[in-house]
């Protein structure tokens, strides 16, 4: 691995990252941005919905077949990367990225299949972002404090991806149970979602603790894994969301774990707080990396795709709260957001199609070629 890697076929397949999968999240995620801005099931807004989701999927599905290649061609490589602090995080975003796309199944009115192979599509996703995030949830720790490569200054924020994983599975989840004919399978959907959310919850704030202690008391990262600290601002997002979703279920559910109308207004409150807090992360982390971006010189890797889907996700909640709260100001924001965010998103393609074109893409980053030789 050092010195200069010829790009070759072989090596492309062989080290193909799933961080290919954080394209996936960023996509899916803005196809929902797009519907709730629409919310109807004709105009501009929604063919870009469409669009976009047609593109999470195609991405999902172009990814996970380069992935399977993997498993056969580069089973050692993937092993290295399993022993890898910050490299095996990235296996959660498969999880993300097929919860976002079921997420985009049931919420985007589709012209080109009809509802019901829509509700089976998204069932098939929800099941594999519920196989891969389960397993890596538990994975990942287990080989983190099993392994010798642990340390403070690793703790990057790719570690925030098995949490947000499973809150986006909790959500999905949440849309898919509205759509059950079933109560009992509904209830059954609460209860998984319940204990999901008891493990998603207190990890969240463990990261958090221990990224923001990296932050402070550690250099900042080298330039290809800057943008990561973007991902702060994810768990935030998909929180809210995962919360506000759950309550329609409840009530469907017809559980009597809480009275409706006082968990709404809990969650109406805990949101507004966690909403606070992620608005300090993202301004936080944005002007932090610009300025690391005007005094160096940032390569352009799959690392990019963190500026999407994390403010994409917090772009989600804060359309919910606009909602819920009966606050236009907040809808505001979330558009300048959205409009923001969509740019960024072109930029990105273009980067990337530039960078598979020349290969250099495709290669794995600085930092983590760097550890890989000892692995």
Known sequence: MAGKQELTTKYILQWFSPRWFIFVM??????????????KS???????????LLLAMAGFAVSAVFMI?????????????????????????????????????????????????AETLAAIFWYIALIDGIFFVFFGPIKVTSGNHAH???????????????????????????????????????????????IAIPLTIIFYTIILFRLLFYNFPRRDVAPS?????????????????????????????IDPVLLA?????????????????????LVSIILYFVKHRVPVTLGYWAFIFPPAAYTIATLLLAKSLGVPFLKTIAIVLAAAITIGWAINLVLTVRGMLNRSIFDVAPTFKGDIPYL
């Open 265 to 285: 207004s809990l969650v109406k409150v805990t949101s507004l707080l966690l909403w606070g807090f992620g608005l300090w992360w993202l301004t936080y982390a």
């Open 69 to 117: 290649v993997r498993f056969a061609v580069g089973w050692e490589n993937i092993s290295k990367e399993w022993r890898h602090a910050s490299l095996i995080q990235f296996y959660s975003a498969i999880s993300i990225a097929a919860a976002i796309c079921a997420t985009g199944l049931l919420n985007i009115p589709l012209s080109f299949i009809s509802c019901a192979a």
């Open 42 to 52: 004709a105009g501009a807004l929604h063919v870009l919905a469409e669009a976009f």
């Open 152 to 198: 403070p200054g690793r703790a990057l924020g790719f570690w925030f991806l098995p949490p947000v994983g499973l809150f986006v599975l909790v959500f999905a989840g949440n849309f898919w149970a509205m759509h059950m004919k079933s109560v009992a399978d509904a209830r059954a959907m609460l209860f998984l979602n319940t204990v999901i959310l008891g």
């Open 26 to 39: 960023g996509t899916g995620a803005l196809a929902n941005v797009y519907q709730i801005l629409s919310g």
């Open 229 to 257: 600290f973007m991902i702060g601002v994810a768990p935030v997002g998909v929180s809210i969301i995962a919360m506000n979703t759950l309550i329609p279920v409840l009530m469907k559910s017809g559980v009597g774990l």
